[in-house]
């Protein structure tokens, strides 16, 4: 028998974002292999500061401003990544969202939408919105990318050199893998590449098996002994810690450890135990 996890929406919404963010080299090379990206940058923070009204609606978006490859010219656009944990007709609101990109950077818009719901289509969602008419042109559309990471095959991700790819099979169709396959599949990449992996991906790495898992978490305990992925569970210490000492204070630590509870990256059990040595420090200090 699995253990079923039930996963929070936000938890899920920031979780893909988090993917995206931390494999994002990966993520373009394995969606749009013929598409030369060279430097790019998020302005996900700049983009709420200026739409306040629209930040609870932005939680799973992603927002970049990317060199990419028109005409054989690497060209600065923006890049609109909408995410999305249900069949949904979002086309409209990509539009939206496009021109409030647009007015902020005044710059080309590449938007795309992830779907990852587990539900198999008959039938496509909308990959483009009518905004105008001319008597030349007729219609006008905006179109975009859709992604249904559904119909992908789990066992056809786990062939791939690609980390990601291996990551993206846990949510893929998977009906004709062993979900045991899967894990195994991910942590002997991911401890091949230790050496290459900051602790933001490691951490994203045991956050994502922890959800999209399909097998008991004593299970998942023996595979990462056996692979001696062990050192993942130092990772939230380690990267609370570093983030910390760049806060240039104890309280830092506890301010990011706060944060990942509120994503729903930490559980109140996980929370409670590393917050309490350092709420002990504090004390020493001002007493």
């Excluded at 008597?135 to 786990?158: A, N, R, T, W």
């Excluded at 599949?185 to 900051?198: G, P």
């Excluded at 990462?224 to 000492?245: A, C, P, Y």
């Excluded at 709420?279 to 007493?287: N, S």
Aim: glycine share 4%; proline share 3%.
């Amino acid at each position: 028998m699995t253990d079923k996890t039930v996963i929070n929406p936000k938890t899920h919404d920031s979780t893909f974002k988090w993917l995206i963010a931390a494999f994002t080299e990966d993520f373009f090379k394995h969606y749009f292999p013929e598409i030369q990206i060279g430097e790019y940058t998020f302005f996900d923070k700049e983009f709420i500061r200026k739409y306040d009204a629209l930040k609870e609606s932005l939680k799973g978006d992603l927002l970049l401003m990317m060199e990419v490859n028109v005409d054989g010219v690497l060209k600065e656009i923006v890049i609109q990544i909408e995410h999305q944990s249900e069949r949904k007709d979002v086309a409209e609101r990509v539009f939206e969202y496009s021109c409030y990109a647009w007015l902020l950077k005044k710059k080309p818009v590449w938007s795309m939408v992830i779907y990852t719901d587990d539900a198999i289509w008959r039938k496509p969602v909308p990959d483009r919105f009518w905004f105008a008419y001319n008597q030349g042109k007729g219609k006008q559309f905006c179109h975009f990318d859709v992604i249904k990471i559904k119909d992908e095959k789990s066992g056809d991700l786990m062939r791939k050199h690609s980390l990601l790819c291996k990551l993206l099979a846990l949510k893929a169709d998977d009906r004709e893998v062993d979900p045991e396959a899967l894990i195994v599949a991910v942590y002997r990449a991911a401890a091949a590449m230790k050496d290459e992996l900051t602790n933001d991906q490691l951490l994203l790495i045991d956050r994502w098996v922890s959800l999209y898992k399909k097998i008991p978490a004593r299970m998942i305990d023996k595979i990462r002994k056996e692979i001696k992925m062990d050192f993942v569970e130092t990772t939230i210490s380690e990267h609370v810690f570093n983030q910390g000492k760049i806060e240039g204070k104890v309280e830092g630590q506890i301010e990011i450890l706060e944060k990942l509870y509120q994503e729903g990256l930490l559980t109140a059990k996980q929370l409670k135990a590393k917050i309490e040595p350092l709420r002990h420090k504090i004390r020493q200090l001002t007493t």
